[in-house]
Nanobody
Framework: QVQLVESGGRLVPAGGSLRLSCAAS????????MAWFRQAPGKEREFVAQ???????NYADSVKGRFTISRDSAKSTVYLQMNSLKPEDTAVYYC????????????WGQGTQVTVSS
């Protein structure tokens, strides 16, 4: 497993932008698939975006066209650029890592709070 630390969450007005960062420990970051999930109050955790070790990405329909996931292997960091934020994007955002050959994300960060005001 790797250790993950998210940062960048804060209060932002609707229509604004925010970039979340997730710093990973360990020398095997480049081999991991990385993802962002989020959990709003009273709701289950949901998938937001994923980027593979090879750089392919996919997104939840609710964020497609507004959010962009990227990774910097030299910094062992994955980012989530969020634009045109909506109040319904308010949630705790979690970073997750999946080792090669595994089906599930088994390393999780502690989460960072994003609040979008209307």
């Amino acid at each position: 497993q790797v250790q993950l630390v998210e940062s960048g969450g804060r209060l932002v007005p609707a229509g604004g932008s925010l970039r979340l960062s997730c710093a990973a420990s360990g020398r095997t970051f480049s081999t991991y698939d990385m993802a962002w999930f989020r959990q709003a109050p009273g709701k289950e955790r949901e998938f937001v975006a994923q980027i593979t070790s090879g750089g392919s990405s996919n997104y939840a329909d609710s964020v497609k066209g507004r959010f962009t996931i990227s990774r910097d292997s030299a910094k062992s960091t994955v980012y989530l650029q969020m634009n045109s934020l909506k109040p319904e994007d308010t949630a705790v955002y979690y970073c997750a890592a999946r080792p090669p050959g595994r089906l599930v994300f088994d390393s999780w960060g502690q989460g960072t709070q994003v609040t979008v005001s209307s």
